[in-house]
């Protein structure tokens, strides 16, 4: 976690691919208080990058720190199937 204030404007960009079936990748801007709780409420904090993109793409996910903003977290996870290999 890093610290972050409410209103602030977290911005993450790459690229990302998923050349196989397996289930692609999510990737989230997740925003917490000072008691850990998580805050989020936009479905625009997070974007996924869907299976059987094979070419290299860019991307980019804006969001803004909702009141009550103290830590921030980038979290990104793939879709469980065995064989995933989103990059």
């Given at each position: 976690l890093f610290p972050f204030k409410a209103g602030k404007k977290a911005?993450?960009?790459g690229y990302a691919r998923a050349p196989k079936q397996g289930g692609g990748l999510g990737v989230y801007l997740r925003f917490f208080d000072e008691k850990g709780k998580y805050l989020n409420d936009q479905p625009n904090e997070?974007?996924?990058i869907p299976e059987t993109h094979a070419e290299w793409k860019p991307y980019q996910l804006n969001a803004v720190a909702p009141a009550g903003t103290v830590k921030f977290e980038v979290w990104i996870h793939s879709f469980?199937?065995?064989?995933n290999d989103a990059q």
């Open positions: 911005r993450l960009s997070n974007l996924v469980g199937r065995p064989g």
